[in-house]
């Protein structure tokens, strides 16, 4: 808008353009919310950063999306963020870290020389025993390694490599059955450290001969009978030399499932200790 001013004296027609308040008012307006905005973010993640800790605290792309700015310019407060849920996770912190990060529950207690069966036996479960064994082993070969057993058995071939792996490494490994330890886990349960195979209280031991099947032609089919019978009878002879029964005692026991409870499992020999907890130690009586 454009107003005339006649100066004084003269005829001459003075043109002078307006100030717009508008325009830059509104402009002032969203660069102050910008830089509100942009204020309160850099405050959060200055007030993100604390003295090193086993807390974990949500990542920096989490943080982003849990900040957001009021209308008044004041960013609101990200949450940390809590276990999830599913799978059991722990928190744990590399050393050198500032801050913890969430972890399988398996992984963290690994750190620890614990390692569970707690599955059918593989090739696959197998091999990553066997790796985490040799790790171990590596890392520090005058500490034991301790194997909690809750398995209903597996592969025969798969569950002879875990055991001759327990037997390659220096160092003592402890077995200790914390549920059920059938067929192949009772095997690798007795094929522990001498002394120190434990079992609780509760727990059950299971033994039985090897099952297969094959198919095919009748020669093919007379091969697989005679390594099974093969790995059999070499089953029976370890079993043997791990509970001190004698080999026809084996077989015969072998024959069909035969079920045992923690102290019958120690009489037998596959076991070397029961832990049981001290009466006046129990609270839950």
Request: charged share 20%; with cysteine.
């Amino acid at each position: 808008r454009r107003e005339r001013f006649i100066a004084a004296g003269t005829s001459k027609v003075v043109r002078k353009s307006t100030f717009r308040p508008s325009r830059f008012e509104n402009h002032y307006d969203k660069m102050k919310s910008v830089l509100l905005t942009c204020a309160g973010l850099l405050a959060s993640y200055a007030s993100a950063y604390v003295s090193p800790s086993f807390v974990p605290r949500a990542s920096l792309g989490q943080r982003t999306k849990m900040v957001t700015a009021t209308p008044t310019g004041k960013p609101t407060r990200s949450k940390i963020t809590m276990m999830p849920i599913g799978v059991p996770k722990v928190a744990y912190r590399v050393p050198g870290s500032n801050s913890a990060d969430w972890v399988d529950i398996y992984n963290r207690l690994y750190r620890e020389r614990i390692i569970f069966l707690g599955q059918e036996i593989d090739d696959e479960l197998a091999n990553q025993i066997i790796g985490v064994l040799l790790y171990l082993d590596q890392e520090d070969n005058t500490k034991p390694i301790y194997l909690y057993i809750n398995c209903p058995g597996g592969s025969v071939i798969a569950g002879l490599a875990i055991y001759d792996c327990m037997n390659h490494i220096a160092s003592e490994v402890v077995t200790i059955n914390v549920g059920l330890a059938a067929s192949m886990a009772s095997f690798i349960l007795a094929g522990g450290s001498k002394g120190k195979r434990l079992a609780l209280p509760s727990s059950r031991t299971m033994i039985h001969q090897p099952m297969g099947g094959a198919q095919g032609q009748a020669e093919d089919i007379k091969v697989e009978a005679a390594q099974i019978m093969r790995i059999r009878d070499n089953i029976v002879k370890m079993y043997s030399m791990m509970s001190g029964q004698t080999q026809e005692q084996i077989t015969t026991d072998l024959d069909r499932d035969n079920f045992m409870s923690a102290q019958q499992a120690l009489e037998y020999g596959l076991v070397d200790r029961v832990v049981e907890m001290p009466r006046e130690e129990n609270t839950q009586l």
